[in-house]
Nanobody, 117 residues
């Protein structure tokens, strides 16, 4: 399965973007799908994740501003990002984990989000 991330770009402080992560196959087998980001000079961090059971986890820094949704019928996971801040600038990666597949973890190629002040 390959993951393809879309939707990054340049936006002003306070703006919004929606990222999409499209899988080449069914995402039903993935227990968890989510988004990570890596800013220049920093480690990759979890932004948001969603399990097949609907459990959602957000980084404290994005709570109330970002929303992760999952559409199994479209093999797609979205990250709606509102009220963007310059500190949200990073390369965003989608991630998928399955306890039933081998390999169990998959990454997309990353999409750059730049928020200007």
């Amino acid at each position: 399965v390959q993951l393809q991330a879309y939707g990054g770009g340049l936006v002003q402080d306070g703006g919004r973007l929606r990222l999409s992560c499209v899988a080449s196959g069914s995402i039903v087998s993935f227990n968890v799908m989510g988004w990570y980001r890596q800013a220049p000079g920093k480690q990759r961090e979890l932004v948001a994740s969603r399990t097949t059971g609907g459990t959602i986890n957000y980084a404290d820094s994005v709570k109330g501003r970002f929303t992760i949704t999952r559409e199994n019928t479209r093999n797609t996971v979205y990250l709606q990002m509102d009220s963007l801040k310059p500190e949200d600038t990073a390369v965003y990666y989608c991630n998928a984990y399955s306890s039933r597949l081998n390999p169990s973890e998959y990454w997309g190629q990353g999409t750059l989000v730049t928020v200007s002040s």
